[in-house]
């Protein structure tokens, strides 16, 4: 069965602090891994899209890595804002399929 | 209109009603997808379908769950005889098939937050 494990599950850090995000993948075969964020109330956006052969995508702050050997993606995000508390979600697509595989997301909380 | 919009955005209704979420995709997406989202988690597949055909529902809890899209454009999730499980965040996404796939991206709409009580 497809899964996403994301860790942590929430995650609180001050105004300006860097933090990582991990995401764990068993989804077969593989086609691309996205990261979306959803601020409350909010439909998921998406931030990064990584195929097979790519290892680091970036968006501004936000910069994602892949390791298809391992089954692993970070989402590392600098310079942390307070418009950055959101959840954030791994989602991977296998490939032949349209349907994508979900993780549960990490709620991210930036303090002033 | 220039993304996803879904209506109602709230809907509380009684056990044993039924109820219709509509969904109206970005113009020209050919994909259309059905969420269900519980608090605090991510995004469950219900349902997609590509132009006017349902291409997969395997992810329907059960039969009372139904969806159409008619004219390959607006799309309705249709609960029956709904049961407070089934309250949830009902959220539809749309794209348009670039690179094959899996390739595309998808574009979520504001949801229906769904009250059965």
């Known amino acids: 069965k497809n899964q996403v494990e994301q860790s942590p599950q929430s995650l609180i850090i001050l105004e300006g602090k860097n933090c990582t995000l991990q995401c764990n993948y068993t989804v077969s075969p593989f086609s691309n891994l996205r990261w979306y964020k959803q601020d409350t109330g909010r439909g998921p956006v998406s931030l990064t899209i990584?195929?097979?052969?790519?290892n680091t995508k970036s968006n501004g702050r936000y910069t994602a890595t892949l390791d298809a050997d391992t089954k692993q993606s970070s989402l590392h995000i600098t310079a942390s804002q307070l418009s950055d508390s959101a959840s954030y979600i791994c989602?991977?697509?296998?490939?032949?399929?349209?349907?994508?595989?979900f993780g549960r997301g990490t709620s991210l909380i930036v303090h002033p | 209109g220039a993304g996803v919009s879904q209506s109602p955005r709230y809907k509380v209704t009684k056990r044993g009603q039924d109820v219709a979420l509509r969904c109206d995709p970005i113009?020209?997406?050919?994909?259309l997808y059905w969420y269900r989202q519980a608090l605090g988690q991510g995004p469950e597949f219900l349902t997609y379908?590509?132009?006017?055909?349902?291409?997969?529902k395997s992810g329907l809890p059960n039969d009372r769950f139904s969806a159409e899209r008619p004219e390959g454009s607006i799309s309705t999730l249709t609960i029956q005889r709904t049961e407070q499980r089934d309250s949830a965040m009902y959220r539809c996404a749309s794209s348009s098939p670039s690179g094959g796939a899996g390739q595309e991206t998808q574009y979520f709409g504001p949801g229906t937050r769904l009250l059965v009580l």
């Open positions: 113009s020209g997406h050919v994909s």
């Open positions: 989602v991977v697509s296998p490939g032949g399929s349209y349907i994508p595989t």
């Open positions: 379908f590509n132009y006017e055909a349902q291409q997969d």
């Open positions: 990584m195929t097979f052969s790519e």
